[in-house]
């Protein structure tokens, strides 16, 4: 996992949670402020580009956690979470496959739910790390089915991150803002998202 994304993570699960604690408006604004400086400040002293983290052959990282940011784009009791937390399991324990398998046969007993197909995707870009055609046509597919939801759409972008393609992750997060309500509970990790992934903004 790179640096940009783990950064770029970092800050979405921190806003994540201050959302689910309940902080909103102008509270959720400063706190996104005050992270973003922080991290610029990163950019500009640390590695961004390095990993994240030090990978051997024997030892590969865990996926990154993506229910915090998951719960503030769909919320938190949701007919898709129960398969997300199994999904979420098996990822934690190395075994991404089986993740992936486990949302794909949720999705062919509930084939029109946006959540799951999101779920598919990050589980299959967490299994290869990075973005393939298939968790494309996922992210897609969950798109195409919730055309008017955010949450699809952030999440290919992290993908795109993941993927090295910060252009195009930005390209996804302004066109949710392009229609977000300013009054939207996660316009400022969208916001963060942009202000991370943008070359030559820190």
Same mark, same amino acid.
């Given at each position: 996992?790179?640096?940009?994304? $783990?950064? =770029? /993570?970092?800050? %979405? !699960?921190?806003? @994540? #949670?201050?959302?689910?604690?309940? &902080? *909103?408006? +102008?509270?959720?604004?400063?706190?996104? $402020?005050? =992270? /973003?400086?922080? %991290? !610029?400040?990163? @950019? #500009?002293?640390?590695?961004?580009? &390095? *990993?994240? +983290?030090?990978?051997?052959?024997?030892?590969?990282?865990?996926?990154?956690?993506?229910?915090?940011?998951?719960?503030?784009?769909?919320?938190?009791?949701?007919?898709?979470?129960?398969?997300?937390?199994?999904?979420?399991?098996?990822?934690?324990?190395?075994?991404?496959?089986?993740?992936?398998?486990?949302?794909?046969?949720?999705?062919?007993?509930?084939?029109?739910?946006?959540?799951?197909?999101?779920?598919?995707?990050?589980?299959?870009?967490?299994?290869?790390?990075?973005?393939?055609?298939?968790?494309?046509?996922?992210?897609?597919?969950?798109?195409?089915?919730?055309?008017?939801?955010?949450?699809?759409?952030?999440?290919?972008?992290?993908?795109?991150?993941?993927?090295?393609?910060?252009?195009?992750?930005?390209?996804?997060?302004?066109?949710?803002?392009?229609?977000?309500?300013?009054?939207?509970?996660?316009?400022?990790?969208?916001?963060?998202?942009?202000?991370?992934?943008?070359?030559?903004?820190?």
């Amino acid at each position: 996992m790179s640096g940009w994304f $783990a950064l =770029l /993570l970092l800050v %979405a !699960a921190t806003l @994540a #949670l201050l959302w689910l604690l309940k &902080l *909103r408006g +102008s509270t959720l604004t400063i706190a996104a $402020a005050t =992270l /973003l400086f922080g %991290a !610029a400040g990163y @950019a #500009l002293q640390g590695s961004p580009t &390095l *990993r994240a +983290s030090p990978r051997t052959t024997a030892d590969e990282p865990a996926p990154p956690n993506l229910s915090g940011a998951r719960h503030a784009f769909f919320g938190t009791f949701t007919p898709a979470e129960r398969w997300l937390i199994l999904a979420d399991s098996y990822a934690r324990s190395g075994d991404t496959m089986e993740a992936a398998q486990v949302i794909q046969s949720a999705i062919r007993a509930h084939p029109e739910d946006p959540e799951l197909w999101t779920g598919f995707g990050n589980a299959l870009v967490d299994h290869s790390d990075m973005l393939t055609p298939a968790a494309r046509v996922a992210f897609d597919r969950a798109i195409a089915l919730a055309a008017d939801t955010p949450g699809p759409r952030f999440f290919l972008g992290l993908a795109l991150i993941r993927s090295g393609d910060r252009a195009g992750a930005v390209e996804q997060w302004r066109t949710i803002l392009a229609t977000a309500p300013p009054e939207a509970s996660w316009r400022p990790m969208v916001e963060a998202g942009i202000a991370l992934a943008t070359p030559g903004s820190a």
